[in-house]
């Protein structure tokens, strides 16, 4: 096949499309194509018919989107309600605060879908409708059920951060106390064997929130285990272990059994020696949704033990 029988240049091309591209003059074979309506016409339909696997460019582009989707609902969630304060989520809960807007979000996610559909050359990407996800955003204001769909959305792209937007969902169906959603979301993320280091940092998260979801169901003894789970994993994938040491001091002071408050010393300890401890745990007692945690704190004597934790007055 030499260059002076173009034609059969183009039909080799194609036949090779998936194998050594390298190999192949790709500029030549433009050149013709723009000048010879048979090989425009074989190299058209070929493209149109191809079926193009999932490459790591869409791959990519899904993870990008799942995180805007994930980022947006988290923006969302900061917004302070109509005629009401802005309420804080509970500390202990892990929801780092965005780092911008949520039209900056819902515009970047905008991009993306857009990309996805220029990629596959069709709306829908894993049954969901890439116009569909455009609208839900539009609509999306701070309301609860908008943003449970919006992360439902994250969830089936299946993107790297589809665990994050559940680990989310399960943390706004905590807030509305509907226990048994949350805990099902929860153990979804935490059902996964040999996960990556960053699905055990995601389960880090979801251990200790299922603490929370035992505790509000009354069950301290479970409680306590799963933020001491999230602890030690914490500490193997070294992340920040304030939060689930928090999580086991609050449990222990309130099922305050003969050892508890002494373990409820030792976890207040542990975090002071850590660097900027000090400023967490006076911002997690400071917060009006730690309230109960606060009172526990000075009626289980901790105060007295640690002057200099409780913010001033």
């Not at 665990?163 to 509907?178: G, M, P, Q, S, V």
């Not at 993320?189 to 880090?204: E, F, K, N, P």
Request: glycine share 6%.
């Amino acid at each position: 096949m030499t260059r002076d029988d173009p034609c059969r240049f183009v039909e080799g091309y194609l036949g090779r499309f998936a194998g050594r591209q390298d190999e192949l003059d790709h500029e030549a074979i433009s050149d013709h194509v723009k000048t010879c309506s048979s090989c425009y016409e074989l190299m058209s339909a070929f493209f149109q018919n191809l079926d193009v696997p999932e490459s790591g460019y869409i791959r990519e582009t899904v993870d990008d989107l799942t995180l805007s989707l994930y980022n947006l609902a988290k923006a969302l969630m900061r917004l302070p309600a109509a005629k009401e304060e802005d309420p804080e989520l509970e500390n202990v809960l892990f929801v780092s605060n965005p780092e911008d807007s949520p039209e900056y979000y819902k515009e970047e996610a905008v991009e993306i879908t857009e990309d996805v559909e220029d990629f596959t050359g069709r709306d829908d990407f894993r049954g969901a409708s890439m116009e569909g996800v455009r609208n839900l955003m539009a609509r999306s204001k701070r309301e609860l059920d908008l943003l449970l769909s919006l992360l439902d959305k994250g969830i089936a792209l299946e993107g790297q951060y589809s665990w994050d937007c559940r680990n989310l969902k399960a943390i706004l169906l905590l807030t509305e106390e509907r226990l048994e959603d949350a805990e099902r979301e929860l153990r979804a993320i935490l059902g996964i064997r040999g996960a990556d280091v960053y699905l055990r940092s995601v389960q880090v998260h979801a251990m200790n929130n299922l603490s929370y979801v035992c505790s509000m169901k009354g069950d301290l003894d479970e409680a306590l285990k799963w933020a001491t789970r999230s602890r030690v994993l914490a500490e193997e994938c070294d992340l920040d272990p304030i939060p689930c040491r928090f999580s086991r001091m609050f449990f222990l002071l309130e099922r305050d059994g003969p050892e508890d408050r002494a373990a409820a010393r030792e976890e207040v300890a542990a975090i002071l020696e850590r660097k900027d401890g000090l400023k967490e745990l006076r911002n997690c007692l400071a917060l009006p949704s730690n309230k109960e945690i606060r009172e526990l704190f000075v009626m289980k004597g901790l105060s007295g033990d640690f002057p200099e934790v409780l913010p001033e007055q």
